[in-house]
Every structure is written in structure tokens, then in C-alpha cells.
């Protein structure tokens, strides 16, 4: 489906990465049988078409909006894979390309169509370049939060929505009988299953989930981090991608990430970044620093 993106006023000149679709065609080989490439035409195939448009899009998100060419930051060639396995109920990203499932007969829909959900995966490419966030607990909590801010935002770059008009929801239409993956804005609310269950995501840090389970809690806990960022762009106000996204993604590239960053770390530089970016008394870094506050991750401060 076509949409109407925001354009922004300047475009970065950067060649466009090359995007290569490939299809598994059911088995777990992985990258598999080449099936579109940069520049071709539409194939017969719509979760091909879906993947490389949605690239498409996020490719031009980050280059328009950050100045970032591809996931490396200097055109590195983008490698997904689709029909992976049959029935698999997941996507992910390898550490050198994305790979999609079909989804199945009971829960999901095939991956390939929602655009926050591709924009989620090649953000985790960009996680591991910049911050090399462990993928367990806490770290990862964080590093899937920071996944799910930008496939958000993205998401409302698309549709030309403002903070207070995005419904907050990645994966939204995803499950078969209702619901959506994730609330940024509700965590524990995106869905209540006959499959799956009920969304088990906390929102602030006194429900906080210690499990052995998803790596340490890395879906489930992401919900902190995530209402975090919901409260501080609803309050800064306007197309999110502008003034708070800007203080995710600059923070993301602070060098004082280490791979065990967790919660508390990274929402000190956050308010630092936003005071860097706007001024020590602006209204972006105490809406920053209140929504952190709010979620339990750090204490009130006087100043």
C-alpha cells in the first residue's frame, strides 16, 4: 500500500543503500533464493514487495531525519529473508540481516506487512553499531525499547501523525483475533489472547518482571523504558521524531553506552542530551526527566 509520507525540508545526498529480498521458501536457510534487488521491478510475491518497500521507507526515515546512511551509517547493503520456516510466529534480526516468518494459523499474521515492525528489526542493526546492548535483561529490555521507539516513530512518519495522534501500538493488526504486540503508551494493554494470553508488560518500575524467560524479560520489560518515551514526547509535543526521537537517537550514540547499560543509565542521558540539545532549563529536558520520574526509573530531582 502507497502512503503519504511528512517530507522534510532537506534531504541528505547520500547514495541509497542496496536492498536485497530473499525468499527461504520455508526452510531455515538463511540468506536463501534471491528473489528482488535494488531498483527491480514488483515480483509476484507481496511479502517480498512489503519488506522492500517498508526498507525503503526506513532507509529514507533515517537518512532524511538523522543523516544516517543505512544501519552502519556508511550504505552497508540491506539482506532480508522472508518465508522463513513454516508457520514461524517471529522475525528478528541476525546481526547481519532481518529475517520473517509467515506467521501461522492461529495467532499471527505473516510479519512482512507493518512497517514498525521492519523498522523495529533494522534498528536493532543500528543498536548493536552504536551501543552493542547485550541482549539479556535489563540491556535488552532497553535495547528493544529503543527498537520499538523508532519503528513508532517511523511509523508516524508515515502516516503525518503528531504525538498525540499516533495510537502508540507496535505491531498493531498483527494478531489474528485483535490487539497489537506492544503499547508504548499502555504497556500490559496491547492485548488479551486466546493463544497468547494477556500482555504481561509493566509499566513502571515497582511491577518490574525478574524471569529466566525471554532472555531475561527483554519484551516484557521493555514497556519501562518504552511509556517513558511515550510520556516525554506527548509532553514535548509535535511530530516526535523531531525534538524527542532526536534525544534517543543522539543518546543511542553516546559513547559512555556499555553493553550492560540498563534502565537508570540511560535515562540520566537522556536528560543530559536533551539539555544539551535544547538548554538546561528547557521544556524538552524536563519533560524527559519527568517521564523517567514518572516510571519509577529515577528519583525526583530539585533543579
Given amino acids: 500500500m502507497i502512503v503519504t509520507r511528512v517530507r522534510p525540508k532537506q534531504r541528505s545526498e547520500l547514495r541509497r543503500p542496496q536492498r536485497s529480498i530473499y525468499s527461504a521458501q520455508h526452510s ?3 540468506p536463501g533464493v534471491l528473489i528482488r534487488t535494488e531498483g527491480s521491478p514488483p515480483v509476484a510475491d507481496t511479502d517480498v514487495n512489503d519488506v522492500y518497500d517498508h526498507l525503503g521507507t526506513v532507509i529514507e526515515f533515517y537518512r532524511a531525519i538523522f543523516a544516517r546512511n543505512s544501519i552502519d551509517g556508511n550504505g552497508q547493503p540491506i539482506v ?3 518465508h522463513y520456516g513454516t508457520q514461524y510466529q517471529s522475525v528478528f534480526w541476525t546481526g547481519t540481516q532481518l529475517v520473517f516468518g509467515d506467521g501461522d494459523t492461529e495467532a499471527f499474521a505473516p510479519f512482512t506487512g507493518f512497517i514498525d515492525v521492519v523498522a523495529y528489526e533494522f534498528t536493532r542493526g543500528i543498536i548493536d553499531v552504536e551501543a552493542h546492548l547485550a541482549w539479556f535483561s535489563q540491556s535488552g529490555a532497553l535495547s528493544s525499547s529503543i527498537a520499538d ?3 513508532s516513530l517511523i511509523k508516524q512518519y508515515v502516516f503525518g501523525q ?3 495522534q499516533s495510537d502508540w501500538l507496535i505491531g498493531a493488526g498483527l494478531l489474528k483475533k485483535g490487539g497489537a504486540l506492544r503499547s508504548m503508551k499502555s504497556p500490559g494493554t496491547a492485548y488479551d489472547d486466546p493463544v497468547l494470553g494477556k500482555d504481561p508488560q509493566p509499566a513502571h518500575m515497582k511491577d518490574y518482571i525478574k524471569t529466566d524467560r525471554d532472555s531475561g524479560g527483554v519484551h516484557i520489560n521493555s ?3 518504552n511509556r517513558a518515551f511515550y510520556l516525554s514526547a506527548t509532553e514535548i509535543g509535535g511530530y516526535a521524531w523531531e525534538k524527542a526521537g532526536k534525544i534517543w537517537y543522539e543518546t543511542l550514540r553516546d559513547s559512555r553506552l556499555r553493553p550492560n547499560t540498563g ?3 540511560f535515562a540520566t542521558l537522556t536528560v543530559e542530551q536533551a539539555g544539551k540539545l535544547f538548554g538546561p532549563y528547557s521544556n524538552e529536558r524536563r519533560a524527559v526527566q519527568k517521564a523517567w520520574i514518572e516510571v519509577g526509573v529515577i528519583v525526583p530531582s530539585t533543579d
Fill in 223 to 225: 514497556g519501562i523504558p
Fill in 162 to 164: 503528531t504525538a498525540d
Fill in 28 to 30: 531455515l536457510k538463511l
Fill in 80 to 82: 532480508a529473508t522472508v
Fill in 149 to 151: 521507539v523508532f519503528g
Fill in 263 to 265: 534502565f537508570r543509565r
